[in-house]
């Protein structure tokens, strides 16, 4: 029962360089997001989809790039990483419009832009 | 747009007591309301949500919430806290029609005096 499986689940980057996280769901969920953690914060929305081929800005979308190309993957790009995208990131999915329900969380992934 | 506010950064309470952790939301229309608990090291779990219908929501682990429109809030309640129950403890509130965008609050870490 492999559920949210995000990869990396560590890495570091320096300044300047591009990297891919990627968010695999074998539960058919319609709807994917990506979210970053950071203390005192909670969680905040990056971006997010609501099906294969679409994406949606969050709240913190600026410097991220997001992809939903197959209905299981969801791809958050990093085309320049900066410090302060430093960050714990979390993908999650969920059912679509019938079942207005809970998320499914990956075990997150740890970035650290030196 | 929706926002989550859970004024309360950290509050402890002792093993046996009861427990409320205030959460308040801004949103136009009906709000699909939820709380996530966090334990050290781990993914978020759901606790409970609010669709529509009976306002005092149960939840797993013994929680409750009740939704006050008049107040805009969505307090989750314990009547006898366990040392188990530390953690972090997310409100959440969905917007659109199928709760498709998902705000976090900042959280609340809870701690429990032995």
């Known amino acids: 029962n492999a559920g949210v499986t995000q990869t990396p689940k560590f890495r570091v980057l320096k300044t300047g360089q591009s990297m891919t996280l990627l968010c695999a769901q074998d539960m058919n969920h319609e709807y994917m997001y990506w979210y970053r953690q950071d203390p005192g914060m909670g969680l905040r929305l990056i971006h997010y989809s609501v099906g294969e081929g679409t994406t949606a800005k969050g709240e913190v979308p600026d410097g991220y790039n997001v992809s939903r190309l197959k209905k299981q993957n969801f791809l958050l790009g990093l085309e320049s990483a900066a410090p302060s995208q430093t960050s714990v990131y979390f993908c999650?999915?969920?059912?679509?419009?019938?079942?207005?329900?809970?998320?499914?969380f990956g075990e997150g992934s740890r970035l650290t832009v030196l | 747009a929706q926002s989550v506010t859970q004024p309360d950064i950290h509050i402890t309470v002792s093993e046996g007591a009861s427990l409320e952790l205030r959460c308040n939301y801004s949103?136009?229309?009906?709000?699909?309301l939820f709380w996530y608990v966090q334990s050290p090291g781990q993914g978020l779990q759901l606790l409970l949500k609010y669709f529509s219908g009976d306002t005092l929501v149960q939840g797993i682990k013994g929680f409750e919430a009740e939704f006050k429109r008049s107040q805009s809030s969505f307090n989750l309640r314990k009547p006898s806290v366990h040392w188990s129950d530390a953690a972090e403890y997310f409100c959440a509130v969905g917007a659109g029609s199928s709760a498709s965008k998902i705000i976090f609050g900042s959280g609340t870490r809870l701690s429990i005096r032995p």
């Open positions: 999650a999915s969920r059912q679509g419009q019938l079942y207005t329900g809970e998320l499914f």
């Open positions: 949103y136009g229309a009906t709000p699909y």
